[in-house]
């Protein structure tokens, strides 16, 4: 019964790498997250998507690239992987986009470039 | 834009005793305040939050209080036990455009929970 699952969980992978992390919700949830947290456990969103549409698109390379085959789900495809890209990667969900909608977060990916 | 200031950032206390943990925001316009807890190893949970309508709001030990005058908001752990002991985060909505809402984050506040 999970509800925000994310594989894989952990990846190892050298620099300049491309790799990808997927991201499913069965919650009937319409907005999907993604999150960085860094080695200071600080969390900053990357990117949010409505009913598969792109609506927040933070400050994040253009190397980080978001997909949402379905509202259920959403992945992210990072290219060239830099040793700064190394961090725990959390994917959310939330009823709508609104301003009064909890958040559910996944698991997390642990991302190490090497 | 929004910023979150969280303090914190370190709290030990004995078990059994109440922890408190602070937090303020610029964003006037904000009105929905949750409070999240990671465990070592997982994703952040939801334990409690708060709407800008109400000024406290309680579950069993964990209480949240918001004063929207002087933008902060506080959580309270009472009778603290060892499995309280986790990272504990605040937030606050933030306006982002096209009818959206982003989180944003306070810093963290490690609670450690000694027997």
């Known amino acids: 019964d999970t509800a925000v699952s994310q594989t894989p969980k952990y990846l190892v992978t050298q620099m300049g790498n491309d790799k990808s992390i997927k991201c499913e919700q069965n919650?009937?949830?319409?907005?999907m997250y993604w999150y960085k947290q860094d080695s200071k456990k600080f969390l900053k969103i990357m990117f949010s998507y409505n009913n598969k549409e792109l609506i927040i698109n933070e400050t994040v390379p253009n190397r980080f690239s978001p997909k949402s085959p379905d509202k259920a789900h959403l992945n992210l495809h990072i290219n060239s992987l830099e040793l700064g890209d190394s961090a725990v990667y959390f994917c959310a969900s939330s009823l709508d986009r609104g301003r009064l909608d909890t958040q559910y977060f996944g698991p997390g990916t642990r991302l190490t470039v090497l | 834009g929004e910023n979150v200031e969280q303090h914190p950032s370190t709290l030990s206390v004995q078990e059994g005793d109440s922890a408190v943990i602070k937090c303020t925001y610029s964003d006037s316009a904000s009105n929905y305040f949750p409070w999240y807890k990671q465990e070592l190893g997982k994703g952040p949970q939801l334990i409690i939050d708060?709407?800008?309508?109400?000024g406290e709001k309680k579950d069993q030990r964990i209480a949240v209080t918001l004063n929207k005058t002087a933008k902060h908001f506080s959580l309270h752990i009472t009778e603290t036990q060892p499995e309280d002991s986790a990272v504990y985060f605040c937030a606050a909505t933030k306006y982002s455009g096209a009818g959206s809402y982003q989180l944003t984050f306070g810093k963290g506040t490690k609670l450690s929970v000694i027997p």
């Open positions: 919650l009937g949830h319409d907005t």
């Open positions: 708060i709407r800008s309508n109400v």
